[in-house]
């Protein structure tokens, strides 16, 4: 265990007096810690989870690296302090801020690392009583959340002491912690009224959603803030204007601010620190008090609920297709029968049901949603009838919406081929498949019928909407080269089964994903070089699309030879 | 004589669905109870209870006198309890998972080192001691989860499919140890479905069924009221619904056309 760890278990037990008189078993509660702090300090920690290393060496100081990482984000809050005019202002905006990040990072924590239901199995059936584990879980909850908010807060702190005294620390430094506590308060209320209001089995997966939802946000704000920040208007930006403000928690927090740095004692400023007073304890209470005891009960729920999803023993008649009408007609257009169609279906439902997938693409279709939102309203050039006449930025934010849409299908294939049940791909192994690039090609359709063509028709309608049947020749050489950039990345990227790989290869994906950005921009500039050229635009669609059909051809090709067909243990 | 266990009128639902229909047993000091049943017939719910996995069940559950729902940790004590899954901690060391157990039974450090070092040993694993479990094999594992279940020497042991994993000389080691614990006057509660392994190892075999139990009774008694036959073909004509080659047969006859 390495010392930032052992200070904190030496603070967390300072009151261990205290605890024997509340009935809790001290030695108890220090094992439950000591083994909680040594599996955070083996486990990945969430935000380098992606760029981890197949575990070469194991992870030793998962705590320092992830300290530092916060640290670096919370140096990022330090922009709230340069807009505005009043103190109120700028921690309303920090303290949004820290509310934000605090909350979207504890989601995810939550779930893997302070809620772990293995704890169920082993904990449990210990003679600990539910007053200790709860306390245990408390502390290394506290524990936890104070490994990030004093990195998430220095930054603020340094450049307050230095801006404005090291007095102003004291109520900074308070208020954070009762910030805090709200934020965990949000925390627990939101999962207890996930779990009310779901099945347990559902519960990660909405979790997961929460995490995606909380990934697609923080990257938005980060793109549109700074924007926002350019406009002079800000500056003189008064936030106690607005009356809507005090149903933001933040604005509390920073109205205690202003209070305790300036001591005026007027009702706003007088009420805010009020609440900020009242609110965190009165919520922590609740927690303590009222979900606390049921939690336990909640996560096993978790852990323990195989009996409540027991398969439907109904006998049918007819066995019910599990495949859908629509979908075994895109197979059937799509693929040849065999393994090339078993594998456009595998694939089809893989990319449907399995959690990791979503994970990794659905935040980049959410990138590239706030990305265009950002190209069309982001920019003060932009005109409808520019895109009407096909002239001056139109051109380009036309160019720009099919290219930029390759990049999830790009995300997509590459995302295929890993799965976190990597090992059932047993099933290539044993079966007499002659060519594994049919399984391949039937992937790489199910994922292009998935993703490309919804995204194709909401193109096209779009467009000839907007400019009409003249733009055809273009839109087609466009999705032509969509398609040929897919299947290119899948023939020289996907040289495995899908959905039988690990996901460790933090290298070459790094380089991979410099490529999926270099090369689809590269042919859109050469698109948009040639646009307004029609002859050109249609021969080049030709051969765009002669292009698409012998690279399918030859991933369906594939022998055994070409790909790396070894059985991951 | 007192029962060590006593199971009174124990009821499970999970929302509708019943899984547990008046359990009722008594179970005394020394016994190797061989607790069998058909998958969803209620075994594991009866050991999550008994462990103090599930909390809200109806009706009575005494372990050595003290009542699960108003004393649990004393009960809980008593009880050494040898999960099915190989759920631990697989980020630690077998030296710091035992430890970690044993200080949550509250054993005296030195005791408790002293125990691990001698029962790691006695199942080969004293180069594994400071290694990360997660490179462990199943058997691997299994083996520390036993030794987390005895660590504390507890009156009871309740073993949920102990074995799985286990390679067939810790298999024979494990069995022989069943024995001279029962030997010891501890209480050992078998949950499996290797058949074979139940009829050896337990003096006394309970088959639950449907959430109830229907027979409760030594090997030889089970044997004089159903015929003398394998505890397998007993449990067979207990508890299946239809004749068990006649599914057979069926397959069989897939293939043709």
């Known amino acids: ?569 | 004589m007192t029962p060590i266990i006593q199971l009174k009128n124990l009821h499970k639902n999970y929302g509708d669905k019943q899984v547990l229909k008046g359990i009722n047993l008594d179970i005394y000091p020394g016994q190797v109870i061989g607790y069998i049943g058909p998958n969803g017939a209620g075994k594991s719910t009866t050991v999550k209870i008994l462990c103090g996995l599930i909390s809200d069940y109806e009706g009575d559950v005494l372990v050595e006198g003290f009542d699960l729902k108003t004393d649990p940790l004393s009960a809980k004590r008593k009880i050494g309890y040898v999960p099915e899954l190989a759920e631990l901690y697989d980020v630690l060391t077998p030296a710091e998972f035992l430890g970690f157990m044993a200080e949550l039974y509250e054993l005296p450090k030195e005791m408790a080192e002293d125990r691990i070092h001698k029962m790691i040993a006695a199942f080969g694993l004293e180069a594994n001691l400071n290694q990360r479990m997660d490179t462990f094999s199943k058997g691997m594992r299994q083996k520390v989860l036993i030794i987390s279940g005895l660590l504390h020497n507890p009156d009871i042991i309740i073993l949920d499919e102990p074995l799985s994993g286990l390679d067939a000389n810790s298999v024979i080691i494990f069995k022989d140890l069943i024995s001279k614990l029962a030997k010891d006057g501890k209480t050992i509660f078998y949950c499996s479905h290797m058949m074979d392994v139940v009829e050896k190892v337990s003096d006394r075999i309970v088959l639950i069924n449907e959430g109830a139990v229907i027979a409760d009774g030594s090997f030889e008694e089970l044997q004089t009221a159903q015929g003398n036959q394998s505890l397998e073909k007993i449990f067979a004509r207990m508890t299946a619904k239809d004749s068990l080659s006649d599914a057979a047969d069926q397959m069989m006859r897939a293939f043709e056309i």
């Open chain 1, 1 to 569: 265990m390495n010392l930032v760890n052992r200070f904190f278990l030496y603070i967390v037990l300072l009151p261990s007096g205290i605890y024997k008189n509340m009935g809790i078993n001290v030695l108890q509660l220090k094992a439950i810690l000591n083994a909680k702090l040594i599996l955070d300090d083996r486990r990945p920690n969430t935000m380098h989870q992606a760029s981890q290393k197949k575990q070469k060496k194991p992870i030793s100081f998962a705590t320092l690296g992830t300290m530092l990482l916060t640290g670096f984000m919370g140096c990022f809050f330090l922009v709230s302090f340069f807009v505005g005019n009043n103190i109120t202002t700028q921690f309303t905006i920090y303290f949004s801020f820290f509310i934000f990040v605090l909350a979207s990072t504890l989601i995810a924590d939550f779930t893997s690392v302070l809620i772990d239901i293995r704890d169920n199995v082993i904990i449990l059936p210990k003679p600990v009583t539910d007053k200790t584990f709860v306390l245990a879980r408390l502390l290394h909850i506290l524990i936890h959340i104070t490994k990030m908010v004093l990195p998430l807060a220095l930054p603020a702190m340094i450049y307050l002491g230095l801006r404005k005294g090291v007095l102003q620390l004291i109520p900074f430094a308070f208020l954070t912690m009762l910030v805090t506590l709200f934020t965990i308060f949000l925390i627990n209320a939101l999962y207890i009224f996930i779990l009310k209001v779901t099945t347990p089995e559902k519960f990660k997966v909405i979790i997961s959603y929460f995490q995606i939802f909380f990934a697609i946000i923080f990257y938005a704000s980060y793109q549109l803030v700074p924007r926002l920040i350019n406009k002079a208007a800000l500056e003189h930006y008064d936030i106690n204007s607005n009356n809507w403000v005090w149903l933001a928690p933040p604005y509390w927090f920073a109205g205690s601010m202003e209070f305790l740095t300036s001591l005026q004692f007027t009702p706003t400023l007088v009420t805010c620190f009020m609440i900020s007073l009242v609110v965190p304890v009165l919520s922590i209470w609740i927690v303590i008090k009222y979900f606390a005891p049921s939690f336990n009960q909640k996560l096993s729920m978790i852990s323990g609920s195989e009996m409540s999803n027991q398969p439907v023993t109904e006998i049918q008649k007819k066995p019910k297709p599990t495949t859908s009408t629509y979908l075994s007609n895109l197979s059937h257009w799509f693929t040849h029968a065999g393994a090339e169609r078993m594998s456009f279906l595998h694939t089809w439902k893989m990319t449907s049901r399995s959690r990791d997938f979503k994970m990794k693409v659905y935040p980049s279709l959410g990138y590239i949603l706030v990305y265009l939102f950002i190209l069309f309203f982001g920019s003060n050039k932009f005109r409808l009838s520019d895109i009407q006449n096909q002239s001056g930025s139109g051109k380009g934010i036309f160019i720009g919406l099919i290219y930029f849409s390759s990049f999830i299908l790009i995300v997509s294939v590459s995302q295929m081929l890993y799965s976190e049940k990597y090992k059932a791909a047993w099933i290539y192994h044993i079966t007499p498949i002659d060519k594994p690039g049919k399984i391949i090609s039937g992937a790489i359709k199910s994922i292009i019928a998935k993703f490309y063509l919804p995204l194709v028709t909401i193109t096209a309608i779009t467009a000839l909407w907007l400019v009409g049947p003249s733009i055809i020749p273009n839109l087609l050489l466009g999705f032509f080269n969509q398609l040929l950039i897919t299947c290119t990345t899948g023939y020289i990227s996907v040289n495995a089964f899908p959905f039988a790989q690990v996901q460790n290869q933090a290298k070459s994906n790094f380089i991979r994903g410099i490529f999926s950005l270099v090369i689809p921009g590269l042919i859109a500039g050469l698109h948009y070089l040639v646009y307004g050229i029609m002859p050109v635009v249609i021969i080049l669609s030709i051969l765009s699309a002669i292009a698409c059909w012998f690279m399918i051809d030859a991933i369906k090709n594939k022998a055994w030879g070409q790909i790396k067909a070894v059985y991951q243990d």
